[in-house]
């Protein structure tokens, strides 16, 4: 039998996927629905796309189911999401009428599966209805949130709470996103895949050809920080940092984010970013298509040191492809980057760009700090940020949430 957990064997070793196969055992045949709004694009379908065929090969009978809507819905549930991260928007009873009509249509189609599950896993606030329309359920109902609603914009969050409330659990990434709910709380951050096309490895040649396609000069250290054109991931900081450090060295730095936008905000972060380059040839400000995954990941290779200067930051998977790449990590100190950087041992957390010049110049002039830190980083990502801890993490808390053991947060 084929098996898609035994190609990690390679990378987390026989008894991470013994101890997956066991949890697994303790839940043959369990009936698990995920739901979430998009089957692509974005994080989430990322990992529900790995991770509902892992869960079967293990033995659930989980499924994936995606909620249909329409425009109006998703400019709705847009508006939601932003509310829930703290931006002042209105939301008119209306509004909320649609997403429970959207909602009710939908319910009408997976009624069976929701009604018949012994776990539901509802994604984001989009199909987070669904539970108050399965008066027949059967199963426990989770609510994943993937933000950070630890400050929302309060008339959103007091109707969103409403629905979420009657939850039996909820999950979510940071103990510092979550909101005070009347059932259990688990922590699971994120994670990323070691074989994807973003993290394999990579040969030298598929290495050099990125090199040259880019004119990086391979004798000189070179600074990445693949980012949105967001003014929360700073990449003016970086430039600032990038000119303090060139004054003593010959560095070069890689400024890659998303191509063309429709964000007004993310043009003109983009145009901020050009006038700060100027015409300095070491700069290289690339905008990537969204499946670049091979560049990047190359560009993460090719780095002397990874930076991830945020001064927001939900969790920062840049950080953790950096280091799974063995290579330091330069972070600002905020959000998730504070779980993935241990400062002065997997990389630094930085406040400003004298900060990040400093621990740059510092690095450039001890090769030997840079891998040590950069072997650190590596293996703790290997044991804290790969997909088997992820879904050793889901497993764990469907077995506790099946049993009804009750705590307020539950750091599984
Ligand atoms: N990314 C990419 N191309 C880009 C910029 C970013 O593929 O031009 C990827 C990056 O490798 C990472 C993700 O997009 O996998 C960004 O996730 P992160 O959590 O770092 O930041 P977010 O954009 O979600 O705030």
């Not at 994936?64 to 329409?70: A, F, S, Y």
């Not at 990086?216 to 929360?232: C, E, G």
């Not at 945020?310 to 504070?338: A, C, H, N, Q, Y």
Request: hydrophobic share 40%.
């Amino acid at each position: 039998m084929s098996s898609l957990l035994g190609a990690y064997e390679g990378i987390v070793g026989p008894a991470v996927l013994r101890q997956l196969r066991q949890l697994g055992e303790k839940l043959s045949g369990t009936r698990v629905v995920h739901v979430n709004s998009t089957r692509e694009g974005g994080g989430v379908a990322e990992i529900l796309e790995w991770m509902t065929p892992i869960m079967r090969e293990l033995g659930l009978d989980a499924t994936w189911e995606v909620i249909e809507g329409n425009p109006r819905f998703f400019e709705v549930t847009k508006a939601i999401h932003n509310g829930l991260q703290g931006a002042n928007v209105a939301i008119p009873a209306k509004g909320w009428k649609t997403y429970e009509d959207v909602n009710a249509r939908n319910f009408k189609r997976l009624r069976p599966i929701l009604e018949e599950a012994d776990i539901v896993i509802i994604h984001d606030p989009q199909p987070a209805h669904l539970l108050r329309l399965c008066t027949g359920r059967e199963g426990k109902w989770i609510w994943r949130a993937h933000i950070d609603i630890s400050r929302p914009h309060r008339p959103v969050w007091k109707v969103l709470r409403s629905i979420v409330e009657p939850y039996d659990a909820s999950i979510f990434s940071m103990a510092q996103f979550a909101q005070p709910l009347p059932h259990p709380q688990f922590l699971v951050p994120p994670s990323i895949d070691p074989l994807s096309e973003k993290n394999r490895d990579l040969s030298p040649m598929e290495i050099e050809a990125i090199r040259s396609e880019y004119g990086l000069d391979p004798s000189r250290p070179l600074l990445v920080q693949i980012s949105r054109f967001d003014r929360f991931k700073d990449p003016v900081g970086v430039i600032a940092a990038y000119r303090m450090v060139r004054k003593v060295s010959p560095v070069q730095l890689v400024l890659a984010g998303g191509g063309a936008t429709d964000d007004p905000e993310g043009k003109a972060i983009l145009e901020d970013v050009m006038e700060a380059a100027g015409n300095d040839p070491d700069i290289h400000v690339l905008l990537l298509p969204s499946d670049s995954h091979k560049t990047v990941n190359a560009l993460q290779r090719l780095a002397t040191i990874v930076l991830q200067k945020s001064v927001r930051e939900g969790f920062g998977l840049t950080v953790t492809e950096g280091m799974w790449k063995k290579k330091p990590v330069i972070g600002g100190d905020v959000g998730g980057i504070r779980l993935q950087v241990v400062n002065h041992h997997t990389g630094f957390l930085v406040n400003t760009p004298e900060g990040a010049a400093h621990r740059i110049r510092y690095l450039l002039y001890h090769q030997e700090s840079i891998d040590r830190m950069g072997a650190t980083a590596r293996e703790f990502v290997r044991e804290n940020f790969l997909l088997t801890r992820h879904i050793r993490e889901y497993l764990t808390l469907m077995l506790v949430t099946l049993r009804d053991i009750k705590a307020n947060i539950v750091n599984v």
